[in-house]
């Protein structure tokens, strides 16, 4: 079973910029895709940013232009570089990968607290 673990979250000021990490304890070019998912208070999970094996990337509206999802397969670790922030972008940030097995499956860390605050 690949577990992911993030880290990179903290405290930061509006405008300030952050690196999350996500790595797997597996090899992630098995996933079909990877992803950033954050829960706001209150707040449904919202999907971040993906990216496919493929490297094809996609990005919800409000995070376009700030924020750039990669991955290394190599180091079986994807990141969300995220500058520009503003305080609606607090939340607590999960890793997600979506992978074939025995039918398509939903794999997530446990997540990394990010809070935008002056």
């Known amino acids: 079973q690949v577990q992911f673990v993030e880290s990179g979250g903290g405290l930061v000021q509006p405008g300030g910029s952050l690196r999350l990490s996500c790595a797997a304890t597996g090899s992630i070019s098995t996933f079909a895709a990877m992803g950033w998912f954050r829960q706001a208070p209150g707040k449904p999970r919202e999907l971040v940013a993906t990216?496919?094996?493929?490297?094809?990337?996609y990005y919800v509206v409000s995070v376009k232009g700030r924020f750039t999802i990669s991955r290394d397969n190599a180091k079986n670790t994807v990141y969300l570089q995220m500058n520009s922030l503003k305080p609606e972008d607090t939340a607590v940030y999960y890793c997600n990968g979506l992978r074939r097995d025995s039918r398509w499956s939903d794999y997530w860390g446990q997540g990394t607290q990010v809070t935008v605050s002056s």
């Open positions: 990216i496919s094996n493929g490297g094809i990337t």
